[in-house]
């Protein structure tokens, strides 16, 4: 995009914009619609942990512009603590106290609210920007949101044939 643009800013949205966990209320929402949730899961866990692999290596260079050890180092530390922390916090509770493992169950609608919760967020983040940058042209967001739009419906397309007939709604 930036060859084809000449702009890093909108290479660099695209890219954080494909690299974005979408999916995060997606088994609740499977949930509310009737759909197979492990199915969602599975893909959900795999994909995230696909991407955040390639992080370690895509970040460094993302932000240096350059593959070095120091920025790969950065880059593995931040998605440890963001990615193994919740994880290892998950298992040693499971340990701790097995009935916890229910708790998926009892509390499936607070990831809906919480996703929520924060589209709110990231909405007024995103106004607080836009008003802070008032030179910069709304064409430009629109650009941005082409941009997004482009890779979500390449996102869903592929997910479309993965799935097949059998899991086209999943």
């Not at 998605?79 to 998950?90: D, F």
């Not at 916890?100 to 983040?125: D, H, P, Q, R, Y």
């Amino acid at each position: 995009i930036a060859g084809l643009s000449g702009d890093k800013s909108l290479a660099d949205a695209a890219f954080f914009a494909a690299i974005t966990p979408t999916a995060s209320a997606a088994p609740v929402i499977m949930k509310f619609l009737g759909g197979n949730v492990s199915y969602i899961i599975t893909g959900f866990v795999l994909t995230n942990t696909l991407v955040s692999t390639a992080l370690f290596f895509m970040l460094p260079l993302m932000i240096t512009g350059e593959v070095n050890p120091a920025g790969f180092l950065n880059a593995a530390v931040n998605l440890v603590i963001l990615i193994g922390s919740p994880a290892i916090l998950a298992l040693v509770t499971r340990k701790i106290y097995p009935p916890s493992m229910e708790w998926a169950k009892k509390c499936g609608n607070l990831s809906f609210i919480l996703w929520v919760i924060l589209l709110c967020v990231i909405s007024g983040s995103a106004m607080k920007f836009f008003y802070s940058h008032p030179g910069i042209s709304y064409k430009y967001y629109f650009v941005i949101a082409g941009i997004s739009l482009l890779i979500c419906m390449v996102n869903f397309s592929l997910g479309y044939l993965i799935g097949g007939k059998q899991f086209a709604r999943e």
